[in-house]
């Protein structure tokens, strides 16, 4: 097969401001993008002239959005797709299984916290998260409450882009606010605080009491919001939730998408607490960033209930659930993870973090600054001038993508010293300059 001609850069980018509508972007877009020739490790080459090698590198400090954790161009990751494109790339899940699903099963749950035995395998973390809301629903349907539909949630969470997601992420200056009025109507309580106040532990007790006989579920992501403004709270948190829920008669939740497999330090985040939610979702790093797949897992109880319903089953099934190329490279990514010190490489990069980004503290316009596990947050007291910090951390050689009042990183688990340190001064200088 011929080598397909190679656009030249200018050509490229026309096109691509002509025609490609990019995540949370106008249309035509108003910031040109970058172009990726390729990625190693920690970086990415870049296509800056039209000649496709430049040698122009960065060093990726958001791991493609939280989930490249190994690096990219793995060699094990690579030959696990390899081996798995010379049996299937695909089959259907309906009345069929396959090996790489399975082995994938197995493996999130003996990882995951004790108690959930039931995987439902996604194709993103939105759709993990609408299959979780739809268990919860459906079990107490089967178990004779269909009142019991609502959720609660605390304020400044995202949970994705879909229509169940949207309705428990931040209503009030969230990312999908447009959308009040037409969503689900949600139970939210206020933010969690940083450090454990029973004060809060209190009203988020009565909370759940007070809502018992409308709550399916209570959904939260543990320890850390991502997506929602990058904030930490204490686990203790975790276990009052549980305590509640289990009081009331009210499932648990958590979303894992962005903490699980070892971001924040522990393999999950609910592991800092000790409790075990009913439904947990995973995604993101569950393939090491090579194709997209998630999961959903849920506990036996919670499947036993939708089973004795009056529909037995779960009613859905995507198209390309279970897909077997991307369960195979998943199985890989998580055997490559519990197969080496990863807690060691986790706390490696927070005392980096930590080290390389006290200097921001100091700036002008900076309200905080915080690290946990593998992530470093530089939080500002205004809007972040998106193109201005791109351009000051890619000057520093290293790619970031701030959002609202934020800079921050999550980078690869193999990020070395020297690189960190890179990603670190260039959170500063786009703090600086944003």
Not at 406 to 411: A, G, K, R
Request: proline share 6%; aromatic share 6%.
């Amino acid at each position: 097969m011929p080598d397909l001609p190679v656009l030249p850069v200018r050509e490229l980018l026309d096109l691509d401001r002509r025609h490609v509508w990019h995540p949370y972007g106008p249309m035509p877009g108003r910031q040109e993008p970058l172009v990726v020739e390729s990625a190693s490790g920690v970086r990415l080459k870049l296509r800056t002239a039209d000649g496709v090698d430049d040698g122009v590198e960065v060093v990726d400090g958001m791991s493609s959005w939280w989930s490249a954790i190994h690096g990219y161009n793995h060699p094990v990751l690579n030959d696990a797709a390899r081996d798995q494109l010379g049996r299937m790339s695909h089959v259907m899940f309906g009345g069929l299984t396959h090996e790489p699903a399975v082995r994938l099963a197995k493996h999130l749950v003996d990882m995951s916290p004790q108690g959930l035995e039931h995987v439902f395998l996604a194709d993103s973390g939105s759709v993990s998260v609408e299959v979780a809301v739809k268990m919860c629903l459906q079990y107490w349907r089967s178990l004779g409450r269909p009142r019991k539909q609502r959720l609660l949630t605390w304020r400044g969470g995202y949970h994705g882009d879909t229509w169940q997601p949207m309705s428990v992420c931040d209503p009030e200056g969230g990312m999908h606010e447009l959308w009040q009025g037409v969503l689900p109507r949600q139970v939210f309580a206020d933010p969690p605080p940083v450090e454990y106040e029973e004060s809060y532990a209190d009203r988020l007790r009565a909370l759940i009491e007070s809502h018992a006989d409308e709550l399916a579920a209570v959904i939260v992501e543990p320890v850390v919001q991502g997506a929602g403004g990058m904030r930490f709270h204490s686990p203790a948190y975790l276990r009052v939730l549980r305590e509640a829920c289990d009081a009331h008669g009210v499932l648990l939740v958590f979303d894992e998408i962005a903490t699980g497999f070892g971001r924040t330090g522990a393999l999950f985040a609910a592991d800092h607490a000790g409790v075990t939610p009913d439904v947990m979702c995973v995604g993101k790093a569950l393939t090491g960033g090579y194709m997209t797949m998630a999961a959903t897992l849920c506990t036996s109880g919670v499947a036993e209930g939708i089973s004795r319903g009056e529909v037995p089953v779960l009613a859905h099934g995507p198209t390309f659930m279970g897909n077997p190329l991307a369960a195979a490279v998943a199985c890989a990514s998580i055997e490559l993870l519990l197969g080496q010190d990863w807690q060691t490489e986790v706390k490696r990069i927070e005392t980096g973090l930590r080290e390389g980004l006290a200097p921001a503290a100091d700036l002008p316009g900076v309200r905080d600054v915080r690290v946990l596990g593998a992530i470093g947050v530089v939080q500002l007291d205004h809007a972040v001038d998106m193109a201005a910090a791109t351009r000051a951390a890619v000057r520093e050689g290293v790619w970031l993508r701030p959002f609202r009042d934020l800079v921050y990183t999550m980078p690869p688990y193999v990020t070395g010293d020297g690189d960190v340190a890179r990603i670190a001064a260039a959170v500063c200088a786009a703090a600086r300059e944003g």
